[in-house]
T-cell receptor
Framework: GAVVSQHPSRVICKSGTSVKIECRSLDFQATTMFWYRQFPKQSLMLMATSNEGSKATYEQGVEKDKFLINHASLTLSTLTVTSAHPEDSSFYIC????????????FGPGTRLTVL | KQEVTQIPAALSVPEGENLVLNCSFTDSAIYNLQWFRQDPGKGLTSLLLIQSSQREQTSGRLNASLDKSSGRSTLYIAASQPGDSATYLCAVSGNQFYFGTGTSLTVIP
């Protein structure tokens, strides 16, 4: 069964609104979670590394003030797309390593965001 | 339900060798297939993306092929280097992502 869940699986929102996406590890604790996005016909790209209890690390070109990441507990990381615009429409996916530094990562099923 | 399998699970080669990693999937109704590199504790690094209408993609020493009808993809790495040591994941994209279990590659200097 799934060990990483995401909610919601799909969301449609109006331009200018904020959308929160949750990523949960279901039967293990994740001090680190990763957030990715994939624009249509493009590769899945790492956006940021979410660290429990500390600030997230963002990849180059990703606006930290637009994509707010909160990793307040060992089983939950949230990604908030603030003031969403149509160009933010994408597939967002999270992953978490089974343990610190582990090779094995578990991936969430993804969230498809459509901004009208 | 889509199932993605990668063979072998682990591979160890001497530096300089050419090698092939395999990925197979059960449902050919995919949008694209991607190959990623994963270093321990790190996020994925995208290597190559093949759209469903394409047969192959190349980037430097890497070449990925896609045979959608047979549900197979290969990642060819030429002249392997110790820095290539990592886990390589393939993923197919349909309505959601389906990841393979990965091939752990070790290139011995």
């Amino acid at each position: 069964g799934a060990v990483v869940s995401q909610h919601p699986s799909r969301v449609i929102c109006k331009s200018g609104t904020s959308v929160k996406i949750e990523c949960r590890s279901l039967d293990f604790q994740a001090t680190t979670m990763f957030w990715y996005r994939q624009f249509p016909k493009q590769s899945l790209m790492l956006m940021a590394t979410s660290n429990e209890g500390s600030k997230a690390t963002y990849e180059q070109g990703v606006e930290k003030d637009k994509f707010l990441i909160n990793h307040a507990s060992l089983t939950l990381s949230t990604l908030t797309v603030t003031s969403a615009h149509p160009e933010d429409s994408s597939f967002y996916i999270c992953s978490a390593p089974r343990s610190r530094g582990a090779d094995t990562q578990y991936f969430g099923p993804g969230t498809r965001l459509t901004v009208l | 339900k889509q199932e993605v399998t990668q063979i072998p699970a682990a591979l160890s080669v001497p530096e300089g060798e050419n090698l092939v990693l395999n990925c197979s999937f059960t449902d050919s109704a995919i949008y694209n297939l991607q190959w990623f590199r994963q270093d321990p504790g790190k996020g994925l690094t995208s290597l190559l993306l093949i759209q469903s209408s394409q047969r192959e993609q190349t980037s430097g020493r890497l070449n990925a092929s896609l045979d959608k009808s047979s549900g197979r993809s290969t990642l060819y790495i030429a002249a392997s280097q110790p820095g290539d040591s990592a886990t390589y994941l393939c993923a197919v994209s349909g309505n959601q992502f389906y990841f393979g279990t990965g091939t752990s590659l070790t290139v011995i200097p």
